[in-house]
Antibody
Framework: EVQLVQSGAEVKKPGESLKISCKGS????????IGWVRQMPGKGLEWMGI????????RYSPSFQGQVTISADKSISTAYLQWSSLKASDTAMYYC????????????WGQGTLVTVSS | SYVLTQPPSVSVAPGKTARITCGGN??????VHWYQQKPGQAPVLVIY???DRPSGIPERFSGSNSGNTATLTISRVEAGDEADYYC??????????FGGGTKLTVL
């Protein structure tokens, strides 16, 4: 069974750094892209970017380029989303997603990681 | 960048048919996927490649895509269908684009 299990909720202060994770299981981690989706409180879904763990090829939404870093450690089947300096506006739920193919539908979603940034 | 436009809300009585639209420039030339999100839950895929249904999704859910509009149709609507629905495409410039979402209310 394919599963994406994300790290737990985080509460941080503005200016702090953060790295959240998404562990894939039940499939060949290096053979499928993994992406990240943001959902701000009460708002819709926003695409952030995607990585192919097999060769670390990474693509970012223009809206998030330079704002976050997406990475993966294939030795432990885990993808990451990180910030170097959080802002209050980064407060949101973050989902990792796995498409069936490079430009296919998102069949699998993580349970979400809630990030709260507040002074 | 490519934009997908959905109505903010759609209301329907139980047992009737709900139609949720997703508008985009020549969207008929793209593949459209639809997700259902209930409060406090992660989204779930309900339609992919315009009209295919994942296993476990009721036949009441169907999709179509032509011209500048894709449509998610839910027949014989039930109270449990009340949720937010999002359309999604892949675009060469933005990679992934989501519609703004439509809140389906079952009266």
């Amino acid at each position: 069974e394919v599963q994406l299990v994300q790290s737990g909720a985080e509460v941080k202060k503005p200016g702090e750094s953060l790295k959240i994770s998404c562990k894939g299981s039940g499939y060949s981690f290096t053979s499928y892209w993994i992406g990240w989706v943001r959902q701000m409180p009460g708002k819709g879904l926003e695409w952030m970017g995607i990585i192919y763990p097999g060769d670390s090829d990474t693509r970012y939404s223009p809206s998030f380029q330079g704002q976050v870093t997406i990475s993966a450690d294939k030795s432990i089947s885990t993808a990451y989303l990180q910030w170097s300096s959080l802002k209050a506006s980064d407060t949101a739920m973050y989902y990792c997603v796995r498409p069936e193919g490079a430009t296919d539908q998102f069949d699998y979603w993580g349970q979400g990681t809630l990030v709260t940034v507040s002074s | 960048s490519y934009v997908l436009t959905q109505p903010p809300s759609v209301s329907v009585a139980p047992g009737k048919t709900a139609r949720i639209t997703c508008g985009g420039n020549n969207i008929g030339s793209k593949s459209v996927h639809w997700y259902q999100q209930k409060p406090g839950q992660a989204p779930v895929l309900v339609i992919y490649y315009d009209s295919d249904r994942p296993s476990g999704i009721p036949e009441r859910f169907s999709g179509s895509n032509s011209g500048n509009t894709a449509t998610l149709t839910i027949s014989r609507v039930e109270a449990g269908d009340e949720a937010d629905y999002y359309c999604q495409v892949w675009d060469s410039s933005s990679l992934v684009v989501f519609g703004g979402g439509t809140k389906l209310t079952v009266l």
